[in-house]
């Protein structure tokens, strides 16, 4: 509870709430029964929509993303040689991920893993818990924000980057074999920065009006 806005004098705010995968990843050996309950996560939710309806200024708004699908990690990976192995070829990703669960330090059980039965588990909690997320925008009003679902679009990012002649093994950071790289960061970007545009605009805000002077003070930046 650490955001504060002046209600009075600031704009309207634009808060981006992106959970990702943290209420089905940690490093439990009984990982699914450390994950996060439909009705666990739709109180913490409203409890967190209901804060934000006290902070933020009127006209604000919500972007909600749902969690991702992480099971792409382990499907463009597992058969890769991870880079501790890379010396001898002889560590892949499935056994770097079996290392992880053995020493109880995986940052996501559920879906690293040569489980099958677990990582359809896992997706499944993932996309119980988006449809918890689909449901309070549709139904709930507060008086100070509105709120808009997309889900992540990582089937379309690695669509994109392999239609691009790229693998989607090379969106994934190599080392933890966990998170996207900031290669697919400027794909998520480039393809969230579309979609507001094209499908929500009015939460862009105006134009600045400042921007003529600030290119003319600060020249070309390369959009920053």
């Known amino acids: 509870r650490s955001l504060v806005r002046n209600r009075v004098s600031d704009y309207p705010v634009l808060v981006s709430y992106a959970l990702l995968g943290n209420d089905v990843c940690n490093g439990h050996p009984d990982t699914i ?4 309950t439909p009705d666990e996560f739709r109180a913490n939710v409203m409890d967190t929509f209901q804060y934000l309806d ?4 009127a006209g ?4 909600v993303a749902g969690l991702a699908n992480g099971s792409m990690l382990f499907a463009n990976v597992h058969d890769r040689i991870h880079p501790i192995g890379s010396l001898r070829n002889d560590v892949t990703y499935t056994e770097f991920y079996t290392y992880l669960s053995c020493l109880e330090i995986s940052p996501c059980n559920g879906w690293l893993t040569a489980n099958d039965t677990l990582r359809d588990l896992t997706t ?3 996309f119980e818990l988006n449809d918890v ?4 925008t549709a139904t709930s009003i507060y008086k100070n924000f509105d709120i808009v679902y997309d889900d992540i679009p990582i089937a379309d990012m690695q669509a994109k980057w392999e239609a691009q002649g790229g693998h989607g093994w090379q969106l994934i950071e190599p080392v933890d ?10 794909l998520y970007a480039e393809m969230i920065w579309e ?13 600045n009006p400042n921007n003529d002077k600030i290119k003319q003070l600060f020249g070309d930046q390369g959009g920053y």
């Open 195 to 207: 979609m507001l545009e094209k499908e929500h605009p009015d939460l862009l805000g105006k134009v």
């Open 177 to 186: 074999g966990f998170h996207i790289n900031q290669r697919a960061d400027a």
């Open 133 to 136: 997320l689909k449901d309070i």
């Open 124 to 126: 499944k909690r993932a």
């Open 33 to 36: 029964a450390h994950m996060t």
């Open 54 to 57: 006290e902070v933020l200024p």
């Open 60 to 63: 604000s708004h919500v972007g």
